[in-house]
């Protein structure tokens, strides 16, 4: 499988799996990929169902014979079709004609891919003829990766005369953005053309706004991430300090930013088994194309027999298709912090609801029993990452729960220590509850839990139907109807008094 990187993570355009029916109320329009744009035209990128227009017809009878319009027919379907009701048009844009030359200039071998529009995804990669199960996809030769390791005869003896640790990010991201000063001169601007203006899909880049109306556990991730941003962008400007031969114009943190996005979200592990390793990551030209579904099965390896990166497809595919590949297991906020985009029926979604548990009020439980109990949690490796799957508790929030709700809770009385014990041993595995009691009162708060998420759902939801249809706002409906609808889940095994 290919694997990108976490919080140095690959690639770009609109990028979900087909569309799939939905209850009318959980219906979101498709999203684009990390780089803001459907890469078509917004209207092929909203429209649930284009159809082709009839061409009119001819005055009189047709020159060509039946066999020369067949193969005229099949010649357009090729080029402007449809597959599994979704809708394609090759592209045939001189950007896109300059960078296949340039590949071909670069010793790029021929692929079984094209550019294409689709009407569910804007921009990916169109099977020109049909592709086998085990084929290799796309295959890019080392001297056409940006590592640290062909990057190191500009940067090598430089970064050893700095003295101070800089990761590949950094420096890929920094040779991007000097890139981007003198495209014309680096010979990589047909790349460079193709590469995203801006990131405004991009949680790091949302408004003040937007930004407050994402989960907490969102939120969090991104503040995380913006504040190594800030962390590389100090550390670059300080390598530059004696390195300023480097720069046509001082480097301002916009425009490093903007290079450190196109390396967070385009690049990929060379090995997916070290993935901190300082000099595994890369960007491969044309992989950029490729779009996401966690349906789609592959495997990237970088090959020693051919020195060049490849990409295999475990599924076959048929010409006019589009071709996918899989970036991991990550659930839609993962995915819209690190990429700038959702995909539709992820099946990796949850639901974390630490903040809810740290707030949930229990009768008769003192600020002093909750300070202990959490330290209870935290000594036994329980506390937090409390999440719901869809029809799913987590082990962890039902731990958590179980310790909550011993009350009266005095460390130094004997029923306490012994309704502890009692929980060490159901965390154990080895007795099934604390008591009857205790049990019974799971599933009455853990619906109290449902009850906040749902009214915060709910809440959000109503403040994004009243502003401006972006892709921001629908990737945001996206992520809270998906937690409405595994919250109601829960709600529905509590009620069926099903076990959790």
Wanted: contains cysteine; positive net charge.
């Amino acid at each position: 499988m290919l694997t990108p990187c976490p919080s140095t993570e690959t690639l770009s355009k609109a990028q979900m799996p087909p569309l799939k029916r939905r209850k009318p109320d959980s219906r979101t329009p498709p999203s684009p990929g990390p780089d803001n744009t459907p890469s078509a035209s917004p209207i092929i990128a909203h429209s649930p169902q284009l159809t082709t227009p009839p061409s009119p017809r001819r005055r009189g009878r047709s020159r060509k014979g039946k066999t020369a319009r067949a193969r005229s027919i099949k010649q357009k379907q090729a080029a402007e079709g449809t597959n599994n009701g979704v809708e394609s048009m090759i592209i045939k844009d001189q950007e896109y004609l300059d960078f296949l030359q340039w590949l071909k200039n670069m010793g790029c071998p021929k692929t079984k891919l094209t550019l294409a529009d689709f009407s569910n995804t804007g921009r990916g990669m169109m099977a020109t003829k049909d592709i086998k199960a085990g084929e290799v996809i796309v295959q890019v030769p080392e001297r056409n990766l940006v590592t640290l390791k062909t990057l190191q005869s500009t940067y090598g003896p430089r970064i050893a005369r700095f003295g101070k640790k800089i990761n590949s990010h950094m420096v890929i991201a920094l040779h991007i953005a000097l890139l981007v000063q003198a495209p014309e001169k680096s010979g990589w601007l047909p790349y460079l053309r193709l590469l995203p203006k801006r990131f405004d899909t991009m949680p790091v880049r949302y408004p003040q706004e937007l930004f407050d109306l994402l989960p907490q556990n969102a939120q969090a991730h991104v503040n995380k991430q913006k504040a190594k941003i800030v962390a590389d962008y100090n550390c670059v400007i300080d390598f530059l300090k004696s390195n300023q031969d480097l720069l046509s114009r001082p480097l301002s943190y916009e425009e490093y930013e903007w290079a450190w996005l196109v390396v967070n979200t385009r690049c990929i592990y060379l090995d997916a088994k070290k993935q901190d390793a300082a000099d595994n990551i890369a960007l491969a030209p044309m992989l950029d194309f490729l779009n996401h579904t966690p349906d789609a099965k592959t495997e990237g390896r970088f090959c020693t027999k051919t020195k060049s990166y490849q990409i295999k497809t475990l599924l076959p595919y048929k010409k006019g298709e589009q071709v996918f590949i899989n970036y991991g297991p990550h659930d839609n906020c993962f995915i819209l912090v690190e990429y700038g985009f959702v995909t539709l029926d992820n099946p990796y979604n949850y639901v974390t609801v630490d903040n809810d548990f740290m707030h949930l009020t229990i009768p008769g439980e003192t600020s002093v029993a909750k300070k202990d109990k959490m330290e209870l949690l935290d000594m036994a490796g329980y506390h937090g990452d409390y999440v719901l799957h869809r029809n799913d508790v987590s082990f962890r929030l039902l731990v958590g729960l179980r310790l909550r709700l011993i009350n009266p809770f005095n460390k130094m009385s004997a029923a306490t220590q012994h309704d502890i014990a009692q929980w060490h041993s159901v965390v154990n595995g080895e007795v099934d509850q604390i008591s009857a009691e205790n049990e019974q009162m799971v599933p009455v708060y853990l619906e109290r839990l449902c009850d906040e998420i749902l009214a915060t759902a709910k809440k959000t939801l109503s403040i994004l139907a009243r502003k401006k249809t972006t892709f921001p706002v629908m990737h945001l409906q996206q992520v809270w109807i998906e937690a409405r609808d595994i919250v109601l889940s829960i709600q529905d095994k509590i009620h069926n008094k099903e076990q959790l």
